[in-house]
């Protein structure tokens, strides 16, 4: 929803080609079929007119902030949606800044100084974009552990002095320098930061034995199905099983062994060049919209040019796990999980010991995953699961008119898995995963974004964040609405709430927007306030207790007059589909993690870009770079910039979240 003209701030949001031209049906025909069924379908229009659930005026009440709506099961004074430079959480709650960009997590590891940048300095330092937030606990304490953090995405513009000029009022950027660019490279990927509880606030532990900096320099493994292919070969590896680092580190997931997982997403924009012509890749790349080019890196480094390392980029796009008891382990890329634009990997034991990972593939028209692990978990061997992500099967998923979901087994000899069809092995399965998707017919989905497993009352639920490119022929049960700005959530029961089960039924347990218009359709209870409602639904986490707590990514003044932030939603009884907002973030970010402690005592949550945009707010009024931001949210220093970091949020004299 980005008007940014800055690019890399447009990599998620870039009314880019839709690149899933595969003929799934989107279930267009089924979808009438179910609504007329219900009595409900009169085309598109009417569908919304019906669904808005809330008048103007009943959302208009903002005393009902105060009060906890009947049935619901979070106990807080809602905060009030809205626009301004700063953060803001409920009544009763602190918001301290943890971890900011710059920050040193290395006893000689440089203090942050905006005006001396190097790439040495960055790699010892906290990194750019916080997205995943994790949390491993050290000798089970919930007061004591391993912060683990995805460091996504770098906004130049907002990071370097002096690389934006103006020019008739349209913004230009200069281009980076190869210093900057390895700043760049190393403020990406992921910290692993001792942290602790102390007097009731979370210290950073700097000389914490097991800190680390992951960046696009670090040496990692591929392992799994695809290790070895001739299609993951280079120049610089003819083993096809060494690569160096991950990149767009999205959301990610810790494993039931306390291992950290960061999900590869948009790595399209990272390549540059031109594939030859007749190259054999080229429908597999194009199927991944690579190269997309946004970023400078292939101006410097050969490997991120496609007409120079044709393979490098199928070396990208999996999901990494990382042992974070040693500092030195070379984190390993597991492509039995197969290759897409990987939001996250969130997990859990299955009734019969064996592990699931809930997989989204953020893209229009993109897929919903999953993946069973073969063997099963041991609580009591850490090293016997290790290797657990290497052998397994991986599923697409098809929603059907019926409320029923399928899980279809992508199994290179399978269906139309075949030779004939360029799948001579799981591996070239794994490789081009969206391809296989495809002839599979899987649903196609309005942008699959966090999918968490709750093994409190055994569901699953599915962030969809927006598809505006979907059509009125093109909706579908499970994507119901045309041109989708804001989003949905999806709400799967697994078959005897079995997580490892190949089928199961679904819910849409909210349409997202506006609730008080009904053009949008949106789903909110008559209990959610003007303040609870959002849109475009992307991260999510799941407390002790089993609620339900979702982060957003593009509420801005003129999408929905809010900013970003975390709102706790109901899921169950009378209350179910009532929202309300408890953090909201500074003008410009986009809300990450979330993540709560397993005492639920502190909800982390990640502050990712703030201060990109403000053209739309009317407290600024223009582009906003690094000398002249739209707010300088944490520290608010006017020699420092806006800096992405993680909060810790807990309740004043403390006890648990929102009860
Ligand atoms: Fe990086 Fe799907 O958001
Ligand atoms: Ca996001
Ligand atoms: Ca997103
Ligand atoms: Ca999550």
Request: charged share 25%.
């Amino acid at each position: 929803m980005s008007d940014s003209p800055f690019k890399t701030s447009l990599l998620e949001e870039a009314d880019g080609p839709v690149r899933n031209l595969s003929s799934n049906a989107t279930m267009g025909e089924i979808i009438a079929t179910r609504f007329s069924r219900r009595g409900l379908m009169k085309g598109a229009l009417a569908v919304s007119a019906i669904s808005a659930t809330v008048g103007p005026v009943a959302l208009l009440t903002a005393e009902r902030a105060n009060a906890q709506a009947p049935g619901s099961a979070f106990s807080f004074k809602e905060v009030e949606a809205g626009v301004d430079a700063d953060h803001h959480v409920a009544e009763g709650y602190d918001a301290d800044v943890l971890l900011r960009w710059g920050d040193p997590i290395f006893a000689d590891a440089p203090e942050f100084d905006p005006l001396k940048q190097s790439a040495a300095a960055q790699a010892k330092q906290f990194g750019y974009n916080n997205d995943y937030v994790g949390y491993i606990p050290i000798e089970g304490s919930a007061e004591h552990g391993l912060l683990v953090v995805n460091h996504e995405y770098t906004n130049p513009h907002l990071m370097f002095p002096g690389l934006v000029t103006l020019a008739e009022g349209k913004v230009q950027m200069k281009p980076l320098t190869k210093e900057q660019v390895d700043i760049e490279m190393a403020a990406h990927g992921g910290a692993i930061v001792e942290i602790r509880k102390e007097a009731g606030k979370w210290q950073v532990v700097k000389d914490g034995k097991l800190n680390r900096r992951i960046t696009v320099n670090t040496e990692m493994e591929l392992t799994g199905p695809a290790a070895g292919h001739d299609r993951l070969k280079t120049n610089a590896d003819a083993t096809g099983t060494k690569v160096f680092g991950t990149i767009n580190n999205c959301a990610g997931g810790v494993t039931p062994w306390g291992t950290y997982i960061m999900a590869e997403e948009n790595i399209h924009g990272y390549f540059g060049g031109e594939l030859p012509a007749e190259h054999p890749e080229a429908g597999n790349y194009k199927r991944m919209g690579i190269p997309e080019g946004s970023y400078e890196w292939s101006g410097f480094y050969d490997r991120f040019d496609v007409s120079k390392e044709p393979n490098e980029p199928n070396r990208f796009g999996w999901i990494v796990e990382v042992d974070v008891n040693d500092p030195n382990s070379m984190p390993k890329k597991r492509t039995a999980l197969g290759r897409f634009k990987h939001e996250g990997a969130e997990s859990i034991v299955a009734k019969d010991g064996r592990v699931v990972f809930y997989l989204g593939d953020d893209e229009r028209f993109d897929y919903v995953y999953k993946f069973v692990t073969k063997g099963s978990f041991n609580p009591n061997d850490r090293a016997a699961n290790m290797d657990l992500l290497d052998e397994g099967t991986l599923y697409v998923a098809k929603f059907a008119e019926d409320g029923s979901v399928m899980w279809l087994p992508l199994v290179q000899g399978e269906g139309p898995l075949t030779a004939e069809n360029g799948f001579q092995s799981q591996a070239d399965v794994v490789i081009e995963a969206r391809r296989a998707g495809d002839l599979l017919g899987a649903t196609k989905m309005d942008r699959p974004e966090d999918v968490q497993p709750n093994g409190t009352n055994g569901k699953v639920y599915v962030m969809l964040t927006n598809n505006t490119k979907r059509k009125d022929d093109q909706i579908d049960a499970a994507n119901p609405r045309a041109a989708n700005a804001f989003g949905h959530i999806i709400e799967i029961s697994e078959d005897d709430g079995n997580f490892s089960a190949t089928k199961g039924t679904w819910e849409v347990l909210l349409k997202c927007g506006d609730p008080s218009v009904a053009e949008v359709g949106a789903s909110f209870s008559t209990a959610t306030t003007a303040n609870g409602w959002f849109g475009m639904p992307d991260n999510c986490a799941v407390d002790s207790a089993g609620r339900l707590w979702v982060a957003t990514d593009g509420n801005s003044p003129k999408a929905t007059g809010r900013t970003d932030g975390l709102w706790a939603v109901d899921t169950e009884g009378e209350a179910r589909a009532t929202s309300k907002l408890f953090y909201r973030v500074p003008v410009g970010a986009e809300m990450c993690g979330p993540l709560f402690a397993p005492d639920d005592e502190t909800a982390f949550v990640a502050v990712q870009h703030p201060g990109d945009g403000g053209e739309d707010w009317e407290g600024f009024g223009r582009a906003s770079y690094y000398e002249d931001l739209s707010t300088r949210w944490p520290d608010f220093k006017d020699d420092m910039p806006v800096r992405p970091a993680v909060v810790a949020i807990t309740r004043q004299g403390g006890g648990k979240i929102a009860v």
